[in-house]
């Protein structure tokens, strides 16, 4: 038996190379022009995400992920990598920057521009560090708005002097493979906290949490979303006033009589 299990023994060392070439890439999002991203920043995550599921769109909500950085808003478009199961044939637990730049890690912080946040889906994982201050403080140089982690990053201390937003579920001293997971593949559809989240969707973020917005939805939202933020702004002035909650929100006839008036006389204004 012994000399069974001698014969026998796996040797990760002596393996052919698995049948999978790494790191797997997609296709960048397409680019939306910049003015529809400043036009987004008028709308808030609530609204977002009421709005989305008014038509239909139930599951566009990042739950977990929160802000290091209590107060930051932003909003940008999605640089994905999917994190996958390590497996001991592919990859490796012990050297890590060796393997690390090799992997989708270091390369999806090359498809970085300006305006893009990157979505991490590291599975919920509280034992992996996903990025680490010097990633970080790559993806601020390459013009990166901040980011969302389904998992945790490391050196906490001084990402946070970096200054850059991020929405973690929190921080480990571990590195990103040293805990048992892949940076697999970047440019590709993820399960980011239960949600699909696809190249170049927009990611709104800030303190109420993360929506993901699909691309083909921007303009309605827009459209929706900032006739609702605008409304809700003339019933949080009367309901400040004293005005009565089952007239001004939401508006019943007579309370929409008047926010109609509202808008009319800011128009001639």
């Given at each position: 038996?012994?000399?069974?299990?001698?014969?026998?023994?796996?040797?990760?060392?002596?393996?052919?190379?698995?049948?999978?070439?790494?790191?797997?890439?997609?296709?960048?999002?397409?680019?939306?022009?910049?003015?529809?991203?400043?036009?987004?920043?008028?709308?808030?995550t609530?609204?977002c995400?009421?709005?989305?599921?008014?038509?239909?769109?139930?599951?566009?909500?990042?739950?977990?992920?929160?802000?290091?950085?209590?107060g930051?808003?932003?909003?940008?478009?999605?640089?994905?990598?999917?994190?996958?199961?390590?497996?001991?044939?592919?990859?490796?637990?012990?050297?890590?920057?060796?393997?690390?730049?090799?992997?989708?890690?270091?390369?999806?912080?090359?498809?970085?521009?300006?305006?893009?946040?990157?979505?991490?889906?590291?599975?919920?994982?509280?034992?992996?560090g996903?990025?680490g201050?010097?990633?970080?403080?790559?993806?601020?140089?390459r013009?990166?708005?901040?980011?969302?982690?389904?998992?945790?990053?490391?050196?906490?201390?001084?990402?946070?002097?970096?200054?850059?937003?991020?929405?973690?579920?929190?921080?480990?001293?571990?590195?990103?493979?040293?805990?048992?997971?892949?940076?697999?593949?970047?440019?590709v559809?993820?399960?980011?906290?239960?949600?699909?989240?696809?190249?170049?969707?927009?990611?709104?973020?800030?303190?109420?949490?993360?929506v993901?917005?699909?691309?083909?939805?921007?303009?309605?939202?827009?459209?929706?979303?900032?006739?609702?933020?605008?409304?809700?702004?003339?019933?949080?002035?009367?309901?400040?006033?004293g005005?009565?909650?089952w007239?001004?929100?939401?508006?019943?006839?007579e309370?929409?009589?008047?926010?109609?008036?509202?808008?009319?006389?800011?128009?001639?204004?």
């Amino acid at each position: 038996m012994v000399a069974y299990e001698r014969k026998y023994q796996m040797n990760l060392n002596n393996l052919p190379p698995a049948d999978v070439i790494l790191p797997i890439s997609g296709k960048a999002g397409a680019r939306l022009p910049a003015e529809k991203l400043e036009q987004l920043k008028q709308v808030s995550t609530a609204t977002c995400s009421a709005t989305l599921n008014h038509m239909g769109l139930t599951r566009a909500t990042l739950a977990g992920p929160r802000p290091t950085q209590p107060g930051s808003s932003i909003v940008g478009q999605a640089v994905t990598i999917q994190f996958m199961p390590m497996r001991e044939d592919i990859g490796s637990t012990v050297a890590q920057e060796e393997y690390e730049r090799t992997s989708a890690l270091w390369h999806v912080l090359d498809a970085i521009h300006p305006n893009d946040i990157l979505v991490m889906a590291a599975k919920g994982d509280m034992r992996t560090g996903c990025l680490g201050e010097m990633l970080v403080t790559y993806l601020k140089g390459r013009g990166g708005l901040g980011a969302v982690v389904d998992g945790c990053v490391r050196d906490w201390p001084k990402i946070k002097q970096i200054g850059l937003p991020l929405w973690v579920k929190g921080f480990t001293p571990n590195y990103a493979t040293q805990s048992g997971l892949n940076p697999w593949a970047y440019n590709v559809a993820i399960d980011a906290c239960d949600v699909l989240v696809m190249p170049g969707d927009v990611i709104l973020a800030d303190d109420d949490g993360v929506v993901c917005l699909p691309l083909n939805m921007v303009d309605l939202v827009l459209e929706a979303g900032l006739s609702y933020e605008d409304w809700e702004a003339f019933s949080r002035q009367k309901l400040a006033e004293g005005g009565s909650i089952w007239k001004y929100y939401p508006l019943k006839d007579e309370g929409q009589e008047e926010y109609d008036a509202w808008c009319k006389s800011r128009e001639q204004s």
